[in-house]
T-cell receptor, first 117, second 112 residues
Framework: GAVVSQHPSRVICKSGTSVKIECRSL??????MFWYRQFPKKSLMLMAT?????????EQGVEKDKFLINHASLTLSTLTVTSAHPEDSSFYIC?????????????FGDGTRLSIL | TQLLEQSPQFLSIQEGENLTVYCNSS?????LQWYRQEPGEGPVLLVT?????EVKKLKRLTFQFGDARKDSSLHITAAQPGDTGLYLC????????????FGKGTLLTVNP
């Protein structure tokens, strides 16, 4: 199988703190990972494409300095929400594509529920 | 910007009824995927359709890809409470790292 693990699954923190979310491909290497944001009962909105060893590509309207992405290895990408505020509360989901297989599907993590008080 | 229009957004039906969810775009995608998502979890891939006019069946679910590869439908026969969930269509863009463009989703509730 192709398993993607996301950690933590849920985090609650105070306004102004920074929160790091990890996305790991457990049994395959992933050159490319994607970060999405989802509001309750709504669809997934792509935030950025994370590429191993290079800078992430952000979608229009997504603040690079607010949502820091690091993809330092072929199995790990991290999303850091800096100086989080209540409006950043959301469900964040990552996905990973198997390296060397450009037409393979994305494998999704189970998401991280972020609540900023 | 490629957009996917998905309808209906909300659907509440009784067990045993049939339903169809539609996904339409003004652009051509290299392929189209359908996902099902349950609360608090990531989306799970149901099917990928690639060829115009393609029809795929997954038990009581039938997926169609339009001839022009701009639209797709998901038909569920004899819906069951276990079918309840958020159904998402997503267009695959080959030229953009195969990134996905999601429709707005259809929240299906099947009442026993």
């Amino acid at each position: 199988g192709a398993v993607v693990s996301q950690h933590p699954s849920r985090v609650i923190c105070k306004s102004g703190t920074s929160v790091k979310i990890e996305c790991r491909s457990l049994d395959f290497q992933a050159t490319t990972m994607f970060w999405y944001r989802q509001f309750p009962k709504k669809s997934l909105m792509l935030m950025a494409t994370s590429n191993e060893g290079s800078k992430a590509t952000y979608e229009q309207g997504v603040e690079k300095d607010k949502f820091l992405i690091n993809h330092a290895s072929l199995t790990l990408s991290t999303l850091t929400v800096t100086s989080a505020h209540p409006e950043d509360s959301s469900f964040y989901i990552c996905s990973a594509k198997r390296s060397g297989h450009s037409n393979q599907p994305q494998h999704f993590g189970d998401g991280t529920r972020l609540s900023i008080l | 910007t490629q957009l996917l229009e998905q309808s209906p957004q909300f659907l509440s039906i009784q067990e045993g009824e049939n339903l169809t969810v539609y996904c339409n775009s003004s652009s051509v995608f290299s392929s189209l995927q359908w996902y099902r998502q349950e609360p608090g979890e990531g989306p799970v891939l149901l099917v990928t359709v690639v060829t115009g006019g393609e029809v795929k069946k997954l038990k009581r679910l039938t997926f169609q890809f339009g001839d022009a590869r701009k639209d797709s439908s998901l038909h569920i026969t004899a819906a069951q409470p276990g079918d309840t969930g958020l159904y998402l269509c997503a267009g695959v863009s080959r030229g953009s790292n195969y990134k996905l463009t999601f429709g707005k989703g259809t929240l299906l509730t099947v009442n026993p």
